[in-house]
């Protein structure tokens, strides 16, 4: 029983091109969170959102940017991607402690 | 800002013997310390958690120690078995940070 659903499980994406990456839960969270995830560097927080229509940086926003319309989803966005995006992103939701990751979405920028 | 350290960042063990991961965080309003495995290709998964107001929590093979004075809380995984081999993450709740990750490999 899926509840956190990232659109992609693999993306390849031409440097330049604007990127979106879809999360979507059904648990009714308040909080939502991207990270991306390299080799060495673990978990790094890019953004997250406490509510509709409101996010606050994390520790590498750069180059990034989110989207939260709705509770339920939130979209992370490359405005032009470049070669050092090349990760694994990680959605994640939560209600008040713990939370529930996505599966993922290898993103390759060539 | 908030940091979470992690030690060590890939660990060996034999079967049967116990596994130990420390972290350590800055921020003193930190008051909630999950623990994350993740199994090669899977999504993070919470094993075990504390919060700030208990020392010591337990399930089964697993275990979480926190020592706010020093800010620090470790892992404890007890009679080790194959299945445990994956990376653990821990992480310190103010600002969701979490450690870098250890490698854990558990030799049959």
């Known amino acids: 029983d899926v509840k956190v659903t990232q659109s992609s499980r693999y993306l390849v994406k031409r440097t330049g091109e604007k990127v979106f990456l879809e999360c979507v839960q059904d648990?009714?969270?308040?909080?939502m969170f991207w990270y991306r995830q390299d080799p060495g560097l673990g978990l790094r927080l890019i953004y997250f959102?406490?509510?509709?229509?409101?996010?606050e940086k994390g520790d590498i926003p750069e180059g990034y940017s989110v989207s939260r319309e709705k509770k339920e989803r939130f979209s992370l966005i490359l405005e032009s991607a470049s070669t050092n995006q090349t990760s694994m992103y990680l959605c994640?939701?939560?209600?008040?402690?713990?939370?529930?990751f996505g599966s993922g979405t290898r993103l390759t920028v060539v | 800002g908030e940091n979470v350290e992690q030690h060590p960042s890939t660990l060996s063990v034999q079967e049967g013997d116990s596994a130990v991961i420390k972290c350590t965080y800055s921020?003193?309003?930190?008051?909630?310390f999950p623990w994350y495995k993740q199994e090669l290709g899977k999504r993070p998964q919470l094993i075990i958690d504390?919060?700030?107001?208990?020392g010591e929590k337990k399930d089964q093979r697993i275990a979480v120690t926190l020592n706010k004075t020093a800010k620090h809380f470790s892992l404890h995984i007890t009679e080790t078995q194959p299945e445990d081999s994956a990376v653990y993450f821990c992480?310190?709740?103010?600002?969701?940070?979490f450690g870098t990750g250890t490698r854990l490999k558990v030799l049959a």
């Open positions: 992480a310190a709740r103010c600002k969701y940070i």
């Open positions: 959102s406490y509510d509709v229509k409101m996010k």
């Open positions: 921020d003193s309003a930190s008051n909630y």
């Open positions: 994640a939701s939560s209600y008040s402690y713990g939370y529930t």
């Open positions: 504390i919060r700030s107001n208990v």
């Open positions: 648990m009714d969270h308040e909080n």
